[in-house]
């Protein structure tokens, strides 16, 4: 026996698979079955959701204008955006052609249902997953910017957000930072952390409260302003501070305590 003869003698696709007709690749459908809840289900990790086709009403069947009475399908959701639409919800579903008369074998490639109304136009896009959905996004990391640089960041590196100015605030490993600046310079900084809180302003100074200690630095001079100013122990009385030129007179607001 030849080569060529050995090949010809071999069985191809359609003799094992037999033959087929053509399979629209597109299906415009429905969700839900008529009488059946829920309209989805949860089978090995993989959510199922019960579709009604637009193809296949039975001729005994009162015509619905507007409803999907055909097959009744199981279909799976694409990935990236994991929804279940409503019940009722008008969608195209995709059956590849290799695994078409598999059970789940289609796929939810869209929802066709009405535009929103509000915040949705040629120059605005819109995600809406409806008033009753919570929306989670999810990634190692997610940022959310405009073009003038305004971004609000979710990651490994911790929780920022920034304006088109440079101001901002960073939360990460246990620690919050509030940041206002000037043409990209931070000048003014608050830190806080569970042990320490600081305050930070490059042109005049630092302000430091940590292990029951405050600490006080100025590039100029620095004032206590009060109705009373009491220095020392809280737990002695204090002494009136001498003001004015030597040998001065004593102060009626400020007091020393050893």
């Given amino acids: 026996m030849t080569l060529d003869a050995a090949i010809a003698e071999l069985p191809n696709d359609a003799d094992v698979l037999g033959g087929g007709g053509d399979l629209l690749l597109f299906e415009p459908a429905s969700v839900g079955w008529d009488g059946v809840d829920p309209h989805f289900d949860t089978e090995g990790g993989v959510t199922l959701v019960r579709v009604t086709l637009v193809r296949g009403r039975h001729p005994s069947t009162p015509l619905q204008p507007d409803v999907a009475q055909g097959h009744q399908v199981l279909c799976r959701i694409g990935g990236g955006l994991f929804r279940i639409p409503k019940k ?3 969608v195209m579903v995709g059956f590849p ?25 040629d120059t605005k ?15 190692k990391s997610v940022t959310i910017t405009d073009y003038d640089n305004r971004f609000l960041h979710v990651g490994p590196d911790g929780v920022m957000l920034q304006d088109e100015h440079g101001n901002g605030v ?89």
Wanted: aromatic share 4%; proline share 8%.
């Fill in 97 to 121: 052609t290799a695994f078409a008369g598999h059970p789940a074998a289609g796929v939810i490639v869209c929802t066709t249902e009405a535009s929103p109304d509000i915040q949705f136009s």
């Fill in 170 to 258: 960073i939360l990460k490993s246990g620690a919050i930072m509030i940041f206002v600046a000037d043409a990209g310079d931070a000048k003014t900084l608050l830190q806080m952390t569970p042990k320490e809180l600081s305050l930070l302003q490059k042109d005049t100074g630092f302000v430091k409260l940590t292990g029951g200690n405050l600490t006080l630095l100025a590039s100029g001079s620095a004032g206590l302003l009060g109705g009373n100013v009491s220095i020392g122990s809280p737990l002695k009385p204090g002494l009136p501070a001498l003001i004015g030129a030597p040998p001065g007179a004593p102060s009626t607001s400020v007091f020393i305590s050893p």
């Fill in 88 to 90: 009722g919800t008008s």
């Fill in 125 to 139: 896009a819109k995600l809406d997953v409806g008033a009753d959905t919570e929306l989670v996004l999810k990634g």
